[in-house]
């Protein structure tokens, strides 16, 4: 290699290494930070939109699928009846799924706002201010972590009371074509009291969510 190509080939590589280093300073800059504040702020805000659109599509749900015996006792079309409720209680499985969609997005965002906070502590030159930053990040992660289960838990409990609901509406019909009335009522009040349940669970997640944030994060 001549000399001239050998120098070119120099300062092509030490670009390519600046660069490579400017990326990664970009990649930590403190700007990280406002924003994910705010993605995770606006998260909180969506995810409870999400559920009380899902709390009100299964509280409809349930209203039907209580007086779907009485609805029977006078339908002259039986099946359009089934149907109805049917339909109803697909679009509390389409909400519940969009509720679980929407607690990925809050958990997803969490840990980008963690990160992004532990990465700007790791950066501070103080060792005394970043330990007791990295003390107290830790801390209210740990207790995030406790909040975000205790809600995955509560939307998957949503997804079995659908399935739970629907097992009710196949066995009446059936038993329908049989020519009886399934009574349905306990697997019914089970179905209400399990809602009522959930959804202070998930309140709950909500208040706590916010509180992390105006709390704390919203300070930091």
Known sequence: ??????????????????????????????????????????????????????????????????????????????DKEFNKVYSNWNRVDRNVQALYRDYEKLKSDADNLFTAMTEQTQSINDQTSRTQLMTAINKIKGDYDINLNRTEIAVSKLQGLHAEAMDIIKGLEVAVA???????????????????????????????????????????
């Open 1 to 78: 290699m001549t000399r001239p190509a050998l120098i070119s080939l120099i300062k092509i590589t030490t670009l390519l290494v600046f660069a490579s280093l400017l990326l990664v300073q970009c990649q930590r800059s403190p700007e990280k930070l406002p924003k994910y504040k705010k993605e995770f702020k606006a998260q909180i805000a969506k995810f409870e939109n999400q559920k009380e659109k899902t709390d009100s599509k299964i509280e409809e749900g349930v209203v039907e699928l209580t007086g779907i015996e009485k609805a029977l006792a006078e339908a002259k079309n039986v």
């Open 178 to 220: 049989l020519g009886q009335i399934s009574e349905i009522n306990s697997g019914l009040q089970g179905i209400e009291d399990k809602v009522a349940d959930i959804m202070s669970d998930l309140n709950q997640s909500i208040a706590e969510s916010k509180a992390l944030y105006d709390d704390k994060i919203g300070n930091f």
